[in-house]
Structure formats: structure tokens, C-alpha cells
């Protein structure tokens, strides 16, 4: 681990101002920051602590619930609004990590939570054009079972594959489905985005993860009016039962009319770059019968131009598979 320096500022206007020293970053949980850090993957110079600046709180009116940046995950999930009104977020995240990491992990930390490609997260790998733009992607003709199927392309592009990794947050699938928005402050001013827009697909640019600018804090997360209480799933297809990041993930989330579907939330992880939504999947199902006919032509929509990789040519049927199972369990009601 490289040397750094320390800040623990007490208000979101110190941070920002200190994070206008060249190659800060923020610490949150620091579940992964720190990890790639010790990989020399992440080298900061100056890590300013967010953890006291008032971004822990969650709050509920009428219409909406927003959650600060600095939540831990174990308290998201727990939270009677969140468990009451929003069950797709609170299974996510208890599908994700261990309980050790979701006591220290934070809202914000897991919106950035970067790629666990194992190309990327060994400095021994010299091709990795996420960590080193230029080098190439080692993953294309490599280990690539879990890579991604979708969002990967350039199309027309003279160089089509520039990396293959997939986000691997759970959070971040059911914020998509969830139709959230997130905060963003910096010394310039604020500005509010989708969820959806806030991860980059790879195309010239694989090192760039998100659009968050360098001098951005994210501020809190805020869910509209719950529509899916009564009827979301999260599944999540993986090696093993815990501990362990999707193969694929569906964070499914229906508004119920009698059997009609009146709006809908789908999202697929694991197999893309950013979580993986398509409103025209979800258009495909609003006004239809929550019938496995009508599931069935979301998935093969949301999977729509799937280009896999010799080793992972299953994640295709296997999404599909997995979204018509997901959104039949929450046509069902939520999970308990």
C-alpha cells in the first residue's frame, strides 16, 4: 500500500473543499476501497473520511424515502421503511457480502463499488484497460466464465471489445428496477440523476466507471413512491449459497392490477458492465397478463443482443430463465 495522508472533516463542505487536492478519494466503508489499495490497483495519495458529516440518516414522507450516502448497508436493509415499502432493496442487499461487511459498507461506497474482474484486481495481469487504458483485456481470450453477455460492444468500432467486466453490486440491480436517483454535490453547485444513468458502459473509456466527476460527493439516494411493495423478487444465481457475487441477478418489481401489470421494474446484475435495465422490456409488460408467456418475451427482450464469450455462453438462457422465475415469484408477492 502506497503512502497516503488522512482528513476527517465534520461537514459535506469541507469534504468537498478537500477533495479538490489532487488524487483524493473519499472513504466511506472503505469495503473496497481499501482492498484495492492494498493491491496497489487504487493509489490515492489522501483519503477524506465522510463518515461525520450528517449522510447517515434515512428519511420517509409521502412520496418518497431518501437515503443518506453514509447508510451502512445492514441498516438500509433493516429499516422498517425500507423492509415495509421497498423489500426489493432490503433482500438485495442482504444477498450480498457477509454480515461483517454489510455492518461497515455504506450506500454511496456501493454505488462505486468497482469491478472484482480478476484481471483487474491483480497488478500481475499487465493487460487490463480498466486499470491501465491501453493494455488491452485480458479476460476476451482468457477466464471469462463471469463476464459480461451484454454492453460490452462498440459497434463499429475498429477495437469492439475494450473490457468485459460486470458491475457486481446487488444494491445497485434493485435501485435500477427501483427507479432511483442520486445526489451529487461538489463546490459548483448540486445535480440529480436516475440511478440508471450513473454507471458508463466501457466504450473508449473502461477506466471511467461512473460519471461522478472528481471533485463530486455523492449526498444521498432517494427512492420515488413505492409502487412494488406488494409484489418484487431479487434473485440471484451464484456458485455458492452465500459470500459470493452473481453469475446473474434480477431485481423484479410488478404494480398489480388483478392479474393486469400496470407498471413494471426489471433489471438483470451480473451480466453487463452497469446493471442491465430495458424500459422497453418493462413496456412489454405493462398493460399485459402476469403470465409466463408475457415473462417470457420481457426476458428475451432485456437479453436482446447478447454477446457471449465461449465460457459463458449459459449466462444467456440462464437470464432468461432467471427473469421469468423472478418475475413469476413477485407476480406471487413479495418475499418475506
Not at 128 to 151: V, Y
Not at 172 to 184: R, S
Not at 288 to 307: D, W
Request: proline residues 6%.
Amino acid at each position: 500500500m502506497n503512502p497516503f495522508t488522512y482528513q476527517r472533516p465534520s461537514a459535506p463542505e469541507a469534504a468537498l473543499h478537500a477533495i479538490e487536492l489532487s488524487n483524493s478519494k473519499f472513504l466511506g466503508g472503505g469495503t473496497n476501497l481499501i482492498d484495492l489499495m492494498k493491491d496497489r490497483v487504487e493509489t490515492p495519495t489522501a483519503l477524506i473520511d465522510i463518515n461525520h458529516i450528517g449522510l447517515d440518516q434515512i428519511t420517509s414522507t409521502a412520496g418518497s424515502t431518501t437515503i443518506g450516502a453514509s447508510v451502512r448497508n445492514s441498516d438500509l436493509a433493516n429499516h422498517p421503511a425500507i423492509v415495509a415499502n421497498y423489500p426489493l432493496l432490503s433482500h438485495a442487499l442482504l444477498s450480498g457480502a457477509s454480515p461483517q461487511l454489510r455492518n461497515m459498507a455504506t450506500t454511496a461506497g456501493n454505488l462505486l463499488q468497482r469491478t472484482r474482474c480478476p484481471y483487474f484486481m491483480d497488478t500481475a495481469f499487465p493487460a487490463c484497460n480498466k486499470r491501465q487504458p491501453g493494455s488491452g483485456c485480458a479476460a476476451i481470450q482468457g477466464f471469462n466464465r463471469t463476464h459480461a453477455i451484454l454492453g460490452a460492444t462498440n459497434e463499429g468500432s475498429a477495437n469492439p471489445y475494450t473490457c468485459i467486466a460486470t458491475n457486481p453490486s446487488d444494491m445497485n440491480v434493485a435501485l435500477y428496477a427501483l427507479n432511483a436517483t442520486v445526489e451529487l454535490h461538489s463546490s459548483k453547485g448540486k445535480r440529480t440523476i436516475l440511478a440508471r444513468d450513473f454507471h458508463r458502459l466501457p466504450g473508449q473509456t473502461p477506466h471511467v466507471d461512473t460519471i461522478l466527476a472528481p471533485d463530486e460527493l455523492i449526498v444521498a439516494v432517494t427512492l420515488p413512491a413505492a409502487k412494488f411493495a406488494k409484489n418484487s423478487w431479487y434473485l440471484k444465481v451464484r456458485d455458492r449459497q452465500s459470500y459470493a457475487f452473481a453469475l446473474v441477478s434480477v431485481a423484479a418489481g410488478l404494480e398489480l392490477d388483478g392479474q393486469a401489470i400496470k407498471s413494471a421494474g426489471l433489471a438483470l446484475g451480473g451480466v453487463a458492465p452497469k446493471p442491465w435495465r430495458s424500459l422497453e422490456a418493462e413496456h412489454a409488460l405493462t398493460g399485459q397478463p402476469a403470465t409466463s408467456e408475457t415473462f417470457a418475451r420481457a426476458a428475451s427482450i432485456l437479453l436482446n443482443g447478447a454477446k457471449p464469450f465461449p465460457q459463458n455462453v449459459f449466462k444467456v438462457e440462464l437470464a432468461k430463465q432467471s427473469v421469468i422465475r423472478a418475475l413469476t415469484l413477485a407476480a406471487k408477492g413479495a418475499q418475506a
